[in-house]
């Protein structure tokens, strides 16, 4: 009996705990997976994340028509945002002969590619609003995991400028971000049907195997040439985003992909815009974060209507993964309220 004792007590103390199969697929972290105990078991699509819309998009400069969030990348981390829309964008003028003469050379001679000061994160252009180069925001995100080794973090990238994989992947290998990107392995796909029934692993898996970066780009993935730029349309489906101020009530119909096919992972897009129509055009601008709070779009009654009201059209069972909100921080905790319930864990 002591003997198992000691044998019991030097597997907790070695920080993992086994399932009852004794199965390695099913190891439990004593440490918590994004905060919580629970979901170390849980595949990554059965996990819901509170996710910032343009989370690059806040001020300085303020006041601009163009501004999504009241918080930093780095606030919004330490705050438990774990998915990050980011839009890149070849900043203009565009680059000259010489310009790309001297990225062609400096990632020949190079071990480590030299990042591509072309890709930048802007919202639509960058003449509104430019936060630099994605490799400077990259470090950021880089930084948090370097220190918080039981998180996984999703970006889901619109690629606005139709940069191909392979044009971005200098900024993740230049920001060392790139040793964190999760690679699905060849039992991935196993099985799948319409776009469905992947085998993701575990948060607990994730983070055992050091992969805890999921990284969805909208266009030109290449999954041949970078493994972990997965194409988000073959796993991600949203519901619309073009929501207009006033909102009576927020939708949940499949918008995009336009298939009426599901996937595995399901974005809940909670945020509006306002629309001023001019000579039959119209220009929508994201909400201010005062029409936000007035209208209390991001408080918990908010929040948990729409989920009953998408319950009813996805089914109860149905985990809403990425709860994406512009300035989530005006009802202080009610992004990760709702999070924490569909979850079922305790705050």
Known sequence: MKVFSAVLSALLLSGWQYGVSGNPATVLHQSPCNGHIELCTRPYNKVSFGCTHNSYS?????????????????????DGIRAFMLDVVKPSPEETLWDRVQIFFRNLFTHDKATDDRVHLCHGSCDLIDKGPLADTLV??????????NEVITFIIENVSGFHAKDLQPSFVHSGIEKYAFVPKPEFSANSTNHAGYHWPTLGQMISDKQRLVVFIDSNSQTDVVPYMLPEWEYVVEIPYANIHPIKEFPCNQDRPHDGVPRDLLVLNHFGYNRL?????????????????????NSLGSLQAHL????????????????????????????????????????
Not at 58 to 78: D, H, M, W
Not at 140 to 149: G, I, M, Q
Not at 277 to 297: C, F, H, M, R, W
Request: aromatic content about 10%.
């Open 140 to 149: 950021v995100f880089r930084e948090f995991l370097d220190t918080n080794p």
């Open 58 to 78: 806040y001020a300085p400069p303020a006041g601009l028509p163009v501004l999504n969030q009241g918080r930093t990348i780095k606030e919004q981390l330490n």
């Open 277 to 297: 129509t001019i000579a039959g055009n119209n220009i929508d601008t994201p909400l201010t974060s005062s029409q936000v709070q007035e209208n209390k779009y």
């Open 308 to 347: 009953n009201t998408c319950a009813k059209t996805w089914g109860e069972s149905r985990v809403f993964n990425f709860i994406t909100l512009d300035y989530y921080d005006v009802e202080n905790r009610s992004i990760f309220d709702i999070v924490d319930k569909i979850n079922r864990v305790s705050k």
